[in-house]
């Protein structure tokens, strides 16, 4: 991918993303939206993946038809609202590895700490592409990227749903070499670092953890 920074500005999704906005959106709602979103940003992160051509045979003709060359792929969930668009990009590639990364803010310095990494041996030959639906202060994301590169990983897309014109700017600053995908980028943060308008905390609304 040539551009850093990918709004997928089509209507479908532009749509589903208002309807996933609204606090009325049920938890089955939510999911369902971010699944079929999830689709669209997949579709757009993995536009360039490389093409070979194999010989086939239609009910018509034989002719040589193109397929995906067999560049591997890592899909990295940041827990836990990531898995909410690991299972769209799973269903797009569905031989893609998983890894996960667990991050927790401390809530005092807002900055994240590792809790949990877990990631395919052989990322330095894969497509690792990281997901993450809130892309806020982006201190999470640019530390869950710099991770995936210290574990030797060097192909790398970074996937979420929203994004904060702050955390655009910190994360790319901090990784200008991993090109960005989202539905949105948002007005800002507010003082508690949700973004705005936003949706609220993804995870809760993921599974239904509100005020668990
Ligand atoms: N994480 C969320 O879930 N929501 C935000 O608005 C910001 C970070």
Known sequence: MTKSVTVVDHPLVQHKLTLLRRKEASTAEFRKLLREIGLFLGYE?????????IQIETPVCATE???LAGKKLTFISVLRAG?????PMLELVPSARVGQIGLARDEETLQPTKYFFKVPKDISSR????????????HSAVRAVQEMKDAGANDLRFVCLLAAPEGVETFTKAHP????????????????????PGLGDAGDRLFGTKGA
Do not use: E
């Not at 898995?83 to 299972?87: S, Y």
């Not at 690792?128 to 809130?134: A, F, Q, S, Y």
């Not at 070499?177 to 705005?196: R, W």
């Open 127 to 138: 497509l690792n592409v990281v997901l993450d639906p809130m892309l806020a202060t982006g």
């Open 177 to 196: 070499d991993v090109p960005v995908v989202t539905a949105s980028i948002d007005d800002h943060l507010n003082d508690k670092a949700y973004i705005v």
């Open 83 to 87: 898995d909410g668009l690991l299972g």
């Open 65 to 67: 038809a193109p397929v």
């Open 45 to 53: 992160a993995l536009r360039d993946l490389p093409i070979g051509k």
